[in-house]
Nanobody
């Protein structure tokens, strides 16, 4: 069974930076087909960034140029760095094992037949 454990959230001032981590266990694949989503209060969950099956990355327009998704297979950890944080970046952030067609044109598979999320970590951006 896949376990996804996010960390690194918390309060941060506008303009600051944050790096979220996702420790992955029980995963049969490398850390491609993994991504980050977020959900702000009262809004739908949205995809922030992801790795396609061939390692191609994609980013939401709202974070493009400010966010970097990365992976370290030696420690089975996925990362999301966001710089120049804005109040509208405040949300619960979720690490995910991805399934299905991907924005960059590839296709991802997992055991669940759907995107599978961790329990999330809260990021609050305020002065």
């Amino acid at each position: 069974q896949v376990q996804l454990t996010e960390s690194g959230g918390g309060p941060v001032e506008p303009g600051g930076s944050l790096r979220l981590s996702c420790a992955v266990s029980g995963y049969d694949y490398n850390l491609n087909c993994m991504g980050w989503f977020r959900q702000a209060s009262g809004k739908e969950r949205e995809r922030v960034a992801g790795f396609d099956s061939d390692g191609t990355t994609d980013y939401a327009d709202s974070v493009k140029g400010r966010a970097t998704i990365s992976q370290d297979n030696s420690v089975n950890t996925l990362y999301l760095q966001i710089d120049k944080l804005k109040p509208e970046d405040s949300a619960m952030y979720y690490c995910a094992s991805l399934f299905g067609p991907q924005p960059s044109g590839g296709y991802c598979y997992n055991h669940y037949g759907r995107d599978y999320w961790g329990s999330g970590v809260l990021v609050t951006v305020s002065a």
